[in-house]
């Protein structure tokens, strides 16, 4: 059943495709637009800035955002769209005429006290409300007015409102997890042609090396979290373009200890099925409370701290004086 599902799957069918890419001058999204470029696809990417010709192309791992739009406007079958995510008209724009898009886009890590203390409104265009819920929502309608089949969004584990590490993403990044959480919802009932991809931890060192460490699990199931690289999950993106059967799948990407997982994500694109699990509905709220309740740990803990040092500062203070009186 294995072989023949990899035979119906094999052909590259998004060769003849044109893709729109968000989040282009970002880690993931530089890598999704090399991919596709050297695969001969037309690829439209959505830029926040205009090039600015007086910068020099890089795509070294320093490189700025202007730097890597230089470099990536200069590849082959690339063109270039300025504008927002959060502005329904720059999707519009970007989507007009694309087959597919892959949603690589994310919010910059905000100050932590702007977040901790929730300074920012949920509407300021860079908060994560807009760039991970309502930019989906606005490529989502572009899509449905474009005719555009497909939407490929990555996203992050985040099910789990009350684990350590959703709750630190959630107080120091604006809510991150929960709305990423957010859009995937809007994608699950938008009737647009989604996979959601929920990769490990991206841009670490310690990713497992030695061959056949890739691993999926579809309808949104978990698995451990480990380290991937950017390039991995890019070419993951990629590549579900050519398995019509990730479409309305939610896949958690990472990697296993050498030799019980893949060498390529083919085999495992090809046993990929679509989400028929009810995911919950009522996430946002317990990741609020969550985020809350971590918030005010937090601000209770460095109180304790503060406190216990201004004593021990008093004391040695009076120790001191003691002694030199
Ligand atoms: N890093 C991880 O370990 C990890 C794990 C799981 C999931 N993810 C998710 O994967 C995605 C990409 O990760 P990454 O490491 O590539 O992030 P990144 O390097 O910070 O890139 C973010 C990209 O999003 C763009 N962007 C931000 N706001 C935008 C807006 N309003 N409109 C259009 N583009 C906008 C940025 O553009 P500028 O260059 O103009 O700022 C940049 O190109 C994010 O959604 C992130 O949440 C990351």
Redesign the pocket.
């Known amino acids: 059943m294995k072989s023949i599902a990899l035979l119906v799957y094999a052909a590259p069918i998004c060769l003849a495709m044109k893709v729109a890419v968000?989040?282009?001058?970002?880690?993931?999204?530089?890598e999704a637009v090399q991919i596709l470029s050297s695969k001969g696809i037309q690829t439209r990417c959505?830029?926040?800035?205009p090039i600015d010709a007086s910068v020099s192309p890089s795509i070294e791992k320093d490189a700025s955002?202007s730097e890597?739009?230089s470099y990536l406007a200069n590849l082959p079958h690339v063109t270039m769209v300025e504008?927002?995510?959060?502005?329904p008209t720059?999707c519009r724009l970007l989507v007009e005429g694309c087959d597919a898009v892959l949603a690589?886009?994310?919010?910059?890590?905000p100050p932590p006290l702007q977040s901790l203390f929730r300074l920012l409104p949920e509407t300021d265009?860079?908060h994560s409300r807009?760039?991970?819920y309502l930019?989906v929502k606005n490529l989502i309608d572009a899509a449905r007015e474009c005719d555009c089949k497909r939407i490929v969004r990555?996203?992050?584990?985040g099910e789990a409102p009350t684990q350590v590490f959703t709750v630190l993403i959630n107080m120091l990044g604006h809510m991150?997890k929960a709305w990423?959480y957010e859009g995937e919802q809007l994608l699950r009932t938008s009737g647009v042609d989604y996979t959601i991809v929920?990769?490990?931890?991206?841009?670490?060192d310690d990713v497992p090396t030695g061959g056949r460490v890739l691993a999926l699990a579809d309808n949104g199931r978990d698995l451990p979290v480990t380290a991937?690289t950017?390039s991995q999950?890019a070419g993951l993106c990629v590549d579900c373009l050519d398995y019509p059967n990730t479409s309305r799948s939610t896949l958690t990407a990472m990697n296993v200890a050498s030799g019980t997982g893949e060498d390529s994500y083919a085999p495992l694109l090809a046993g990929v099925k679509s989400d028929t699990r009810s995911f919950p509905t009522t996430l946002l709220s317990e990741h609020k409370k969550a985020a809350q309740i971590g918030a005010a740990v937090l601000v209770a803990f460095a109180a304790v701290i503060l406190t216990g040092f201004a004593a021990m500062t008093k004391a040695i203070g009076g120790l001191v004086v003691g002694l030199l009186s």
């Open positions: 968000t989040g282009t001058t970002g880690r993931l999204g530089r959505l830029l926040r800035h955002s890597v739009a504008g927002d995510a959060t502005d720059s690589l886009h994310g919010p910059a890590r265009p860079k807009s760039v991970n930019a990555v996203t992050g584990k991150a990423n929920r990769p490990g931890v991206m841009g670490r991937v950017h999950i």
